[in-house]
C-alpha cells in the first residue's frame, strides 16, 4: 500500500529531479524517487555481501566440507531450533 511522504527541496534540487524526470524516462518524480531508492538499496545489500565475504575471507582457513560436515551442521541447527522453541 503506498504511503505519502513530503519532502523539501532546495530549488536547484526541484529542477535537478523535474529534469531527470523528463529526460530519464520516469513518468512522476515519484517513479524517479523509487528508483533511487531501489538503487540504494541494492547497493547497500551488495556492500553488505561484500562485507561479509571479506569477513570471511579474513577468518582464517577454511575446513573440507565433507558429509560429516553437513551432518553435523544440521544437528548444530536443530539443536539450536529446539533451544528457541518455547515451552507449552
Known amino acids: 500500500m503506498p504511503t505519502t511522504m ?12 523535474e ?3 523528463q529526460s530519464g524516462g520516469y ?9 533511487l531508492v531501489r538503487r540504494d538499496q541494492k547497493e547497500r545489500a551488495h556492500n553488505r555481501l561484500e562485507a561479509l565475504l ?10 573440507p566440507v ?3 560436515f553437513w551432518e553435523g551442521l544440521r544437528r548444530e541447527i536443530q539443536e539450536r531450533r529446539n533451544k528457541r ?3 507449552v
Request: proline residues 10%; glycine residues 10%; charged residues 30%.
Open 85 to 87: 522453541k518455547p515451552s
Open 66 to 68: 565433507t558429509p560429516e
Open 6 to 17: 513530503n519532502i523539501s527541496l532546495p530549488d536547484a534540487m526541484k529542477a535537478f529531479v
Open 19 to 21: 529534469e531527470q524526470v
Open 27 to 35: 513518468g512522476t518524480v515519484s517513479e524517479y524517487v523509487r528508483d
Open 54 to 63: 571479506l569477513e570471511g575471507l579474513e577468518s582464517g582457513p577454511g575446513e
